[in-house]
């Protein structure tokens, strides 16, 4: 069943008008309160607000369906665009659900979009509105920091490492080689929280993060599923994960995730899936021999960083659906990590661990995974999100540490 597309009355608005602008300053300081989009790394990227149409999509075409409604939604608009470069013009930030099939996907058109690219900056309107009329003014003070009180998600603790354990005893039987378990952590605060101040704590303590929200869904996530820029193709793959240390001690740890067999094999598992999902879409496609390390405020990653060229005619939205979800967040095999995880994890993701991201009119975009990530629910509560690889030899407690360390991403957030 899918569901139909549902606009705001600004929808009917079919002029975009995308101008230079050196007025723009931080992105992320110009959102509002209400309505915040973004896909930001380093100062760069894309902010919006607003909302000119909006999609909400489920079943087994929703990706097909949502193509067609851009595709629809685009041909029919008035564009001026003085720059013609990827997320100028009319744009869409995209919140897909982990399964597209069983899951609610939201695609967001804004009426006001801020970029930055190369160090231009523009400003993009949907309707009758002179541009220069719409930006909102700088960041406001954050306030003091609120009291959070947190809570068990759908399972504790213990019973989480018991799900890990039975996962770890599949594999060793040979049933699979790897699976992704994550978990839910519940917050509370006494205040409003806030998603700009959430946004730019997270865009400060990661930098070579994308700072994303849509629909609620905000995050620092280190994974680029996709990008397209014309017919060229863009991933980075992570997975195998080692916790920061304090002087020598954080350097054997670096040592140690370079040099460990296990998060080897676990990133090899999560790249050979990226490249089979490609390959029949690319001319040319490579990938790296060897991961390198990626280092984060409080994790480290192997990373590696496949391109690519793209044969035919498939459209961004056709790519995503291809290689979602590769192994670094459903596992290998897909389907029987699939089955696993809908087995032993005891909760709906929703669009945890979906990709998240933009695309434009021209069919480029950037998705990268909602990964390091939490759901606003209501106006003082969230629900965080952290995962794992699951590969033979991993140890429930370790991975049960593992998680609180990705959760402490959006804690420190949450609470700085």
């Not at 002179?130 to 930006?135: I, W």
């Not at 509370?188 to 929280?193: E, G, H, K, R, T």
């Not at 993060?209 to 991933?235: K, N, Q």
């Not at 990133?267 to 001319?283: I, K, Q, T």
Request: charged content about 20%; hydrophobic content about 45%.
């Amino acid at each position: 069943m899918t569901a139909a597309a549902l606009t705001s009355p600004a929808a009917a608005a079919r002029t975009v008008t995308t101008v230079c602008t050196d007025a723009v300053g931080e992105l992320l300081d110009r959102l509002p309160a209400d309505g915040a989009l973004s896909w930001v790394r380093r100062g760069e990227g894309l902010v919006g607000w607003g909302e000119a149409a909006r999609l909400e999509v489920t079943g087994p075409t929703a990706l097909r369906d949502a193509a067609a409604w851009w595709a629809r939604y685009t041909a029919g608009l008035d564009a001026d665009d003085a720059l013609s470069v990827p997320g100028s013009g009319p744009v869409a930030f995209a919140s897909i659900a982990f399964d597209p099939v069983a899951g609610t996907s939201v695609f967001v058109v804004p009426e006001v979009v801020l970029g930055r690219r190369d160090g231009v900056a523009w400003l993009t309107t949907v309707g009758d509105v002179d541009p220069r009329d719409v930006l909102l003014p700088g960041r406001t003070d954050d306030g003091p920091a609120p009291r959070l009180r947190y809570a068990d998600g759908a399972m504790d603790p213990a019973s989480w490492c018991a799900a890990v354990a039975t996962a770890v005893t599949r594999i060793d039987a040979g049933e699979l080689q790897k699976v992704v378990l994550a978990r839910d952590l519940l917050v509370s605060a006494d205040v409003p929280l806030d998603p700009r101040r959430l946004l730019r704590k997270l865009a400060a303590r990661f930098p070579d993060c994308w700072t994303f929200s849509v629909d609620g869904l905000l995050g620092a996530t280190p994974e680029l599923l996709l990008r397209r820029t014309g017919r060229e193709l863009s991933a980075r793959v992570l997975a195998g994960t080692a916790p920061r240390g304090a002087g020598a001690d954080d350097q054997r740890l670096a040592a140690a995730l370079i040099g460990s067999a296990k998060d080897r094999a676990e990133h090899a598992l999560a790249v050979d899936s990226l490249v089979r999902a490609l390959e029949p879409y690319c001319s040319t496609l490579d990938a790296p021999a060897e991961p390198q390390l990626l280092t984060l405020a409080n994790v480290r990653h192997l990373a590696s960083d496949v391109t690519g060229t793209q044969r035919g005619r498939a459209g961004l939205l056709e790519l995503i659906g291809a290689v979602h979800p590769t192994a670094a967040v459903g596992g290998t095999p897909t389907p029987d990590a699939v089955a696993v995880i809908a087995e032993l994890e005891g909760m709906d993701r929703g669009r945890y661990a979906g990709p998240v991201g933009w695309l434009d009119a021209r069919g480029d975009g950037e998705f990268g995974l909602a990964l390091r990530c939490a759901e606003l629910v209501g106006d003082d509560s969230a629900r965080l999100f952290a995962g794992c690889g699951i590969v033979a030899g991993s140890d429930p407690a370790a991975e049960l540490a593992e998680t609180q360390s990705k959760f402490a991403a959006f804690q420190a957030a949450l609470e700085g």
